[in-house]
């Protein structure tokens, strides 16, 4: 009885947990496919699956967001931070005509670090620009113009040496750039809209009689063609930590205990006068497996992760909200779904 109770243990931990041990990493693999377990079945349900599967949202601001994602296979996990990165579209800086360049930053490296500069436009409101357009229209192109000339400062004091003060406008920035609607856009855009994200980044730098005269024509696109077009910053996942003390760790064990872990992994509580570790917030940890150095301890924990359990960190370029990714990055890959199940059809009725 007692070997089938551990044999059973076993299989839920293979099929549940990915185990961190000392010298590797067990269970890795999805092994829960039909017919690989006796008494198991793992055939797909559309049932069980809605039943099981849950998104919960547990952190969101202005620009990041973290949620889990539970009761899902590694593969829809990593197709779906696969999409955020690459396959959201944004609007961004793809040609860059230049009138006047007298600055020591090369056209090239110019180009190079306006298309990188994220741009405040809801991508949904425009179309793909077609190719081989050498104009764009106002359905799928933005316009922005630099014009900056850096001149001396005739207020300055004559013993300065600060550039803050001896020159005006000798650094550019992303708030000198102008938008210039195209046709209808400035009844379609209330002013301030159109914009980079931020105004306060350094674009070059320059000294008295240089001067940046250029236009900009931002379209829109994927980071699959360019990572200037990619709307997150990071977008990644992690499964969800489980740590389990297999025997009671009181004393000064405890203490050393919980310095192993992440602050706020394991708590030290008094009990009848003596000091007991607990698991308080095993989220928390990074699994340092700094536990494993200490030969006292590491017998007595058992670190592990839960396979479906996804916890997403999603930082915004600022470009849309993290929400609004996510929920395209679901659209995208609904449409791929689609895609593949016409492409099945086509098939059969051949």
């Known amino acids: ?30 092994t829960d496919f039909p017919g690989n377990y006796s008494g198991y079945d793992d055939a797909w349900d559309q049932d069980r699956f809605e039943k099981n599967f849950r998104v919960d949202v547990v952190h969101m601001d202005e620009n990041s967001l973290e949620f889990d994602m539970v009761g899902i296979d590694a593969a829809i ?32 490296i110019l180009a190079h670090r306006l298309g990188l500069i994220p741009i405040h436009a ?3 409101l425009f179309e793909y620009r077609n190719q081989g357009d050498e104009e764009g229209t ?4 933005l316009q922005f113009r630099l014009q900056v000339r850096c001149t001396r400062n005739p207020h300055a004091a004559k013993d300065s040496s600060d550039p ?14 102008t938008w210039i609607p195209l046709g209808n856009q400035a009844d379609l855009f209330p002013e301030g809209t159109i914009r980079p994200v931020h105004d306060d980044i350094l674009i070059a730098q320059l000294r008295p009689g240089q001067e940046i005269d250029l236009l900009m024509h931002c379209v ?27 025997e009671p760790v009181e004393g000064d064990a405890a203490e050393e205990l919980s310095r192993c872990f992440s ?11 003596r000091k007991v570790a607990r698991v308080a917030n095993p989220r928390l940890d990074t699994f340092s497996r700094e536990i494993f150095r200490h030969e006292k301890l590491k017998k007595v924990v058992r670190l592990a992760r839960v396979r479906d359990h996804y916890i997403f960190s999603v930082e915004s370029t600022g470009v849309l909200p993290p929400d609004v990714l996510v929920s395209e ?19 059969q009725m051949d």
């Open 164 to 177: 803050n003060e001896l020159y005006v406008n000798h650094k550019v920035y992303t708030r000198h750039m």
């Open 1 to 30: 009885m007692r070997l089938k109770m551990a044999a059973s243990q076993a299989v839920e931990e293979m099929r549940g947990r990915v185990v961190l041990g000392e010298f590797g990493v067990r269970n890795v693999h999805t």
């Open 220 to 246: 829109k696109g994927i980071g699959k063609d360019h990572a200037k077009f990619s709307p997150v910053a990071t977008a990644s996942y992690r499964l969800l930590p489980d740590i389990t003390l297999l």
């Open 263 to 273: 602050p706020g992994v394991i708590e030290v509580q008094e009990v009848q006068g």
């Open 329 to 347: 990055a679901i659209k995208v890959l609904m449409g791929k779904c689609r895609r593949f199940l016409d492409e099945l059809d086509a098939v």
């Open 77 to 108: 996990a990593n197709a779906f931070r696969r999409i955020l990165l690459a396959e959201v579209p944004t609007m961004a800086v793809e040609k860059v005509l230049v009138y006047n360049n007298t600055s020591i930053v090369q056209d090239e």
């Open 122 to 124: 809801d991508p949904r």
């Open 138 to 141: 106002e359905i799928d192109t």
